[in-house]
């Protein structure tokens, strides 16, 4: 879940109009402020620095208009679906702005200016958390909810990393995803919950980014038979290699690139950017000898569209299978599998 550090951080940014006022600012300046593109009005009490608006990331962004709107509501609201996923720092693939999202038992479902979406449903006390000061849906309920109004996408990536997080052993994935089908079943008739079964279904706990959970999505919906997080003995008899995906009977393995892992200081423990490189070009060099398999590597931007990855695949001289991939139930699910044995022995 969200730091407090990161929400006051974003708190920090906000000025009222009062406090706007007290620094020295008065009406027309304020005005001036906003059409000079200097400041940006959040919500009708409540700005920001335009340029810090400018370089922060969407999900900040959105962080802050919760802010806002907390600050000028007569009663808490509950935070729900993608609002409250930025909350528990559950993946949205591709977010860009987005209205808040809001549950309540009753209530208009969208203001007046279409910047908050308020969701009619039921909400039981194991449904709610309270993370630093927003009261929101729990991780469970949230995963579902963004599963339900969401894309394929989206509520996949989203799924996974809730399936990863509360689920540390398959057994408490297969409790995690049976008590989450559960959850579906209970609130008959609900709009979305065919999209969060089918999410449900499809969901991996072993994925370790949106980007994996996304690329699995397309290569089964491709045709492909695919395993995930494969092992590959590794020098001396150390700790083995994980690989993204295995392309069953191609003799391939798939990895996603992605920047974080150069970039992210709990990932890359004080090492240098070069340093990574070089272990992972080492890396790679001990895989494709000891399995003699190919290795073929993708990023977020080839994940734009389902063409797009397609396109990259050939362009490596992958062929397309022409079937379909079945979608798993549960009791085969394809993040509870028995330990694959390792690749290179």
């Known amino acids: 879940m969200l730091s407090t550090r990161v929400i006051s951080e974003a708190q920090a940014q906000l000025r009222t109009y009062g406090q706007l006022r007290a620094s020295g600012l008065n009406r027309r300046g304020v005005e001036r402020a906003l059409a000079d593109g200097l400041l940006r ?10 340029e810090y608006w400018r370089q922060t990331t969407s999900e900040i962004r959105h962080l802050i208009q919760m802010l806002a709107a907390l600050a000028r509501a007569e009663k808490p609201p509950v935070f729900s679906h993608h609002s409250a996923a930025i909350l528990h720092r559950l993946p949205l693939f591709q977010f860009r ?23 009619i449903g039921r909400l039981e006390a194991d449904d709610l958390i309270q993370i630093g000061p927003f009261l929101c849906t729990s991780l469970m309920r949230t995963a579902v909810d963004v599963a339900r109004v969401a894309s394929l996408e989206v509520g996949l990536g989203s799924m996974d990393a809730a399936l990863r997080r509360d689920g540390k052993s398959m ?46 999505l397309y290569l089964e919906d491709f045709g492909f038979d695919v395993a995930t997080q494969v092992a590959v003995r590794s020098p001396y008899g150390g700790r083995p290699y994980r690989v993204d995906f295995e392309l069953f009977g191609l003799g391939v393995f798939g990895e996603v690139d992605g920047v974080v892992k150069y970039t992210d200081p709990e990932m890359t423990r004080g090492k240098t950017a070069n340093q990574l490189v070089i272990e992972e070009k080492q890396r790679e060099d001990w895989i494709r000898g000891v399995t003699s398999y190919r290795m073929i590597r993708w990023g977020m931007p080839h994940l734009r569209t ?25 009791s085969t699910h394809p993040s509870l599998p028995s330990a694959p044995k390792d690749r290179g022995t």
């Not at 309540?104 to 308020?118: C, D």
């Not at 609900?190 to 980014?209: K, Y």
């Not at 050939?314 to 979608?327: E, H, K, Q, T, W």
């Open 171 to 216: 057994q408490r994935q297969r409790d995690w995803l049976r008590a989450a089908q559960q959850h579906v079943s209970k609130v008959k008739g609900m709009r979305g919950n065919a999209a969060a079964r089918t999410v449900l279904a499809r969901a991996n706990g072993s994925a370790e980014s949106v980007a994996e959970s996304v690329s699995r």
């Open 41 to 50: 009005r959040v919500s009708r009490d409540s700005y920001v620095d335009a």
């Open 306 to 330: 389902r063409g797009v990855f397609r396109d990259r695949l050939i362009s490596f001289g992958i062929a397309i299978p022409v079937r379909r991939r079945p979608v798993s139930s549960l």
């Open 97 to 119: 702005d987005e209205p808040l999202h809001m549950t309540a038992l009753q209530g208009p479902r969208v203001n007046s200016k279409g910047k908050i979406v308020r969701h």
